[in-house]
């Protein structure tokens, strides 16, 4: 296969590349295309699927369309996290109030209600941004491993515009997760939490335990 024919989807999972009637002829008229998937995160292992088409010599362009059917499983599942962005934290007022007397220490609750209520808008916001998008990207950074793994079904997650959604409850926190199913064996996802005074996003990366 020709170098000029090979390279990366981009955000939008589409690949476009040149090719003259000629170079087609002298790379010995190719019907097949081959999808790579890494299967985990250091993109080491790879997943490969084949689709075949037939070039539209009356056409400026001909499209390869891979049908690419994933199934969740259960688990289990070791992940790593990355906090992407912390958007509001009561810790930073906590002195603050401890030595204020009654006037000031109600105008700081208010001050802290006022930007909980924007980080949680702020956060709103970029959940529907992302669930509408239907898929996440895990940025490179350094990601921490989890301690214990993961195990999807019990919270019943949902298919919804080509992610599955779910939500986590424990104590008085609650984290809603897009999660982005990359083959049979690696997910990415990204997560939304409110706990108590804080609010903040998490990138997930997850590999299914062999």
Same mark, same amino acid.
Do not use: H
């Given at each position: 296969m020709?170098?000029?024919? /090979? ?10 590349f ?5 170079? @087609?002829l002298?790379?010995?008229? +190719? ?12 993109? #080491? ?17 001909? +499209? ?5 059917? *994933? #199934? ?9 996290? @990355? ?9 930073? #007022? ?16 208010? /001050? ?16 529907? /941004?992302?669930? *509408?998008l239907? /898929? ?12 214990? +793994? ?23 926190? #609650? ?36």
């Amino acid at each position: 296969m020709k170098k000029l024919w /090979r390279g990366f989807l981009n955000e939008d999972a589409i690949l476009d590349f040149d090719c003259t009637y000629a170079g @087609y002829l002298d790379a010995g008229l +190719p019907s097949k295309a081959t999808l790579f998937i890494p299967l985990d995160d250091e993109g #080491e292992e790879f997943e490969e699927i084949t689709q075949s088409f037939k070039l539209n010599s009356n056409k400026k362009s001909t +499209p390869v369309i891979f049908q690419i059917e *994933k #199934e969740l499983v259960d688990g289990p599942w070791e992940i790593s996290t @990355y906090e992407s962005s912390e958007l509001y934290t009561f810790m930073e #007022e906590i002195v603050s109030l401890a030595l204020a007397d009654a006037e000031e220490k109600k105008l700081a609750e208010e /001050r802290n209600a006022a930007k909980k209520k924007s980080a949680i808008r702020v956060l709103e916001e970029e959940y529907k /941004r992302s669930k *509408k998008l239907g /898929r996440v990207n895990a940025p490179s950074a350094k990601y921490e491993p989890g301690e214990d +793994p993961l195990y999807l079904f019990q919270f019943n997650p949902e298919k919804e515009n080509g992610l599955y959604t779910f939500t986590i409850i424990e104590d008085d926190c #609650e984290s809603r997760v897009l999660l982005d199913l990359k083959s049979e064996v690696y997910f990415e996802a990204k997560m939304f939490t409110i706990c108590k005074g804080f609010v903040w996003i998490d990138y997930i990366k997850g590999n299914l335990k062999k």
